[in-house]
């Protein structure tokens, strides 16, 4: 039997069961005959003469013969070569490596007589071997089952296949459409991106226009700044050297101002001795008659202390009207101070517009920040006007003073400003305070 579950689309005729069964034209036909009984799958002989194949007898024409009228008397005991002219011989011969689907095309392609003869299969050693075709029909079948199976797996493949590519299909039309997604998505944020660089180029511009304006207002405030300090360096140096000559001119005053006190005693002293020699005068006219010499005595002491007194008087005028012209430096002196002082503010107050200019455009840009601390200028210039105030008031109290003729009030009132003299070192402090101040409001500016 044929093992069909051995066969593939690609077997050939090697692969088939095969029968050798050769026998030459002496063969007498008895022999045919048993070897066809004992061996019932023999699908018929091969017949040489030599080594040249005659034809092939199938088992089913041999059979037909011997069932003759006579048959087995005329065929059995005479050569084979006697019974080739009554059968018709089969001759198809094809080679072993002729696929089974080709071989039983040819096969049937003969005619219908013997289209199911046994087929004759060479080898490449020139061996012989016969196939039968019934054999060779199933071996095609089992092949076109397998080929059957292999389409129908095929077609569920393909139909898998179909199916995996209407999934990847969707998937990839989902992809597309995220894809599309994505780009529209990417489409907008580049539009924002170039908005964003857009506004950062138009911030850019602004922050390059403030910066040109931050360096113009920072040349001015330097410039402004310099002359400031300058003139306030030049102001405190005048003020220092004003105050010094102040301090001269106030020792000088105490001076004439002891000389004053000396001339004031003196004419205390000729005021008490005129009341006493009035006194004795008064007592010697009461005497009148007893002491005339002592008469020219007294008036000769009178002459003495009248002569003393106008030399105090007239020493008194002169340390007065030197005291005039002290004060008058002293007024000269104090007005150079304030002029200088109020130069100084001038300066001052230029450079704190520039610095006011600057705190505004900060202010501008740090709309969120906190407020910004007084500037240390504001301090400083009140310190000075106060400071020229009372330089002012003193001289206008001086100049009145000067003008009054009463030399009384005006000793009085050179005690009380020399009581305040020695105030003057700490005034000089505050003065050196006033200038770390604004030497520590320049630093803070270059900051």
Not at 336 to 355: H, I, M, N, P, Y
């Amino acid at each position: 039997m044929i093992d069909l579950y051995q066969l593939t689309p690609e077997s050939v005729l090697g692969n088939l069961p095969l029968s050798d069964f050769q026998v030459d034209l002496a063969t007498l036909g008895h022999v045919i005959a048993e070897r066809f009984t004992n061996e019932p799958n023999l699908p018929g002989v091969i017949v040489l003469d030599g080594a040249t194949l005659v034809g092939v007898i199938s088992r089913p024409r041999f059979i037909e013969h011997l069932s003759r009228p006579y048959g087995p008397e005329i065929h059995l005991n005479r050569p084979i070569q006697l019974l080739l002219p009554y059968i018709e011989l089969s001759h198809l011969q094809l080679p072993d490596t002729c696929r089974v689907d080709e071989a039983v095309g040819k096969a049937l392609s003969r005619s219908s007589t013997i289209a199911y003869e046994p087929i004759v299969v060479t080898f490449k050693d020139g061996s012989l071997r016969l196939v039968d075709t019934h054999a060779l029909l199933l071996a095609q079948s089992r092949v076109l089952a397998i080929v059957n199976k292999t389409v129908r797996q095929q077609k569920l493949e393909l139909q898998q296949y179909l199916t995996k590519l209407q999934q990847e299909q969707a998937r990839f039309e989902e992809t597309n459409r995220l894809l599309e997604e994505q780009q529209l998505s990417i489409r907008d944020r580049n539009q924002l991106l170039e908005q964003q660089q857009a506004e950062l180029l138009q911030k850019s511009q602004e922050i390059s226009e403030l910066n040109q304006r931050f360096v113009q207002i920072s040349q001015i405030l330097s410039l402004e700044g310099k002359k400031a300090f300058q003139a306030t360096f030049e102001g405190v140096d005048a003020i220092s050297h004003n105050t010094d000559n102040i301090i001269e001119i106030g020792k000088a005053l105490a001076e004439q101002l002891e000389t004053v006190r000396g001339a004031s005693g003196l004419v205390r002293e000729v005021s008490d001795r005129a009341r006493h020699l009035a006194l004795k005068a008064a007592i010697l006219v009461n005497h009148f008659g007893r002491e005339f010499e002592g008469v020219g005595r007294i008036t000769s002491d009178i002459s003495k202390l009248s002569a003393q007194a106008f030399e105090a008087g007239h020493r008194m005028d002169a340390t007065a009207s030197h005291l005039k012209i002290r004060i008058g430096d002293l007024t000269k002196l104090a007005r150079e101070g304030a002029t200088g002082a109020r130069a100084l503010l001038a300066k001052v107050a230029r450079a704190k517009v520039a610095l006011a200019e600057l705190e505004n455009l900060i202010l501008q840009q740090d709309v969120g920040s906190a407020a910004l601390a007084p500037s240390p200028t504001s301090n400083v210039t009140q310190d000075l006007m106060q400071q020229v105030e009372q330089v002012e008031l003193a001289v206008s109290e001086l100049e009145k003073i000067s003008t009054r003729g009463n030399s009384a009030h005006l000793i009085k009132k050179i005690e009380q400003r020399l009581r305040r003299a020695g105030r003057l070192s700490a005034d000089e402090r505050a003065n050196h305070s006033g200038t770390t101040a604004v030497r520590n409001f320049s630093e803070t500016t270059k900051v």
